[in-house]
């Protein structure tokens, strides 16, 4: 296979690789979580098409830093030769300062590419929210797997909003302009007070803040794993793990309904701070592995239930995604856009 040396605005050379007649710009990904970190590789040609490579995980509690877990992914054979890839692209939990180190939530040390790129100096590396991941991927939608939630009618050029439950609540605003123009706003909304205000909910704050001594109710603690199990509990008495809950109930049960109501709550609320009028897509594992939660008329009326503005949110386009590869998906794309020659 042969290449072609080029040089970034930035003044790093790097290999792009060629096939036949077409240039192939090599990204690995990765995809860093609290229980499982994945990383797969992704060749783009000039005309755009994308092929993926080898898709390797690791348990991220096994590794004892941040560099061991890189190091361990970049020397693993299935990721091949470390010098092969253009561009390495790392998505993570929580809030990324300056584009090079952050904080992961139920993970016990921090992300920092500092060391990576000192030892890496021709590859472009970068550090990004993992939900800014999932919201490149989105850009990318007949590459992803995904269900109707609400069929819609997109306003073109508008902003697409991203919400997914998982340990915790993620999301992200994006919006695409011309080009490879494209504007990502990572949140942490996940940690924003959630509005309880229904009267057969108010029991269902207090014992939430009784148990877990919190001063306030935030969107991570109610809508996402832990926080279903915390309903069922509240509801039938039975302390149980998210995986044991939604095999003890379905679409009708009472839990789906509060649960639902308080999922299309959340997406409601972000929705509107960020008028996002383009689209709504539901990710993470909770409702990917579970659509009944979200894909129902609770979801779709709480959604709705807003006096001068329910017009709007019945045409936005909801779609559940149904692709445990997305943050891997929109790292890919990230690194294709931010890779400068």
């Not at 797969?40 to 993926?52: E, L, N, Q």
């Not at 300062?97 to 992300?111: D, S, T």
């Not at 073109?156 to 609540?169: H, M």
């Not at 014992?207 to 509801?235: E, R």
Request: net charge negative; proline share 4%.
């Amino acid at each position: 296979m042969l290449y072609l040396i080029i040089e970034r605005k930035d003044g790093i050379r790097q290999k792009i690789w060629r096939s036949g007649e077409a240039y192939m710009q090599r990204i690995l990904t990765a995809d860093i979580g609290g229980t499982y970190s994945r990383f797969s590789g992704f060749t783009f040609s000039d005309d755009g098409a994308i092929s993926r490579l080898n898709t390797i995980s690791f348990i991220t509690g096994s590794f004892s830093s941040f560099n061991d877990l890189i190091k361990g992914a970049l020397m693993n054979p299935g990721m091949g030769d470390v010098s092969s890839w253009d561009t390495i692209v790392i998505a993570v939990p929580g809030l990324v300062r300056e584009g090079v180190h952050g904080i992961l939530p139920n993970v016990p040390w921090m992300a920092d590419i500092r060391t990576l790129t000192t030892k890496m100096p021709k590859t472009a590396i970068y550090l990004i929210n993992d939900f800014v991941a999932q919201g490149y991927a989105c850009l990318m939608e007949k590459q992803l797997k995904q269900d109707v939630v609400q069929a819609g009618r997109a306003e073109d050029g508008g902003t697409i909003a991203v919400v997914g439950a998982g340990t915790g609540l993620g999301h992200c605003a994006i919006r695409k302009g011309a080009g490879d123009c494209i504007c990502a706003l990572p949140s942490e909304a996940g940690h924003a007070a959630f509005p309880f205000y229904k009267d057969d909910e108010i029991g269902f704050m207090e014992y939430l803040l009784k148990i877990n001594g919190t001063s306030y109710p935030h969107n991570d603690l109610v809508v996402s794993g832990p926080g279903l199990s915390h309903l069922h509990a509240w509801l039938t008495g039975g302390t149980l793990p998210p995986e044991k809950v939604v095999s003890r109930i379905g679409p009708e049960s009472e839990t789906t309904e509060f649960f639902a109501r308080f999922f299309a709550r959340a997406c409601r609320n972000y929705v509107l701070s960020t008028l996002s009028t383009s689209a709504l897509y539901i990710t993470g594992g909770v409702a990917m592995k579970n659509p009944f939660l979200v894909n129902n008329d609770y979801f779709r009326e709480e959604f709705a239930d807003v006096l001068h503005y329910r017009d709007m949110l019945e045409t936005i386009p909801i779609s559940l995604v149904r692709d445990e590869d997305i943050g891997l998906l929109g790292a890919a794309l990230y690194g294709r856009v931010h890779l400068r020659v």
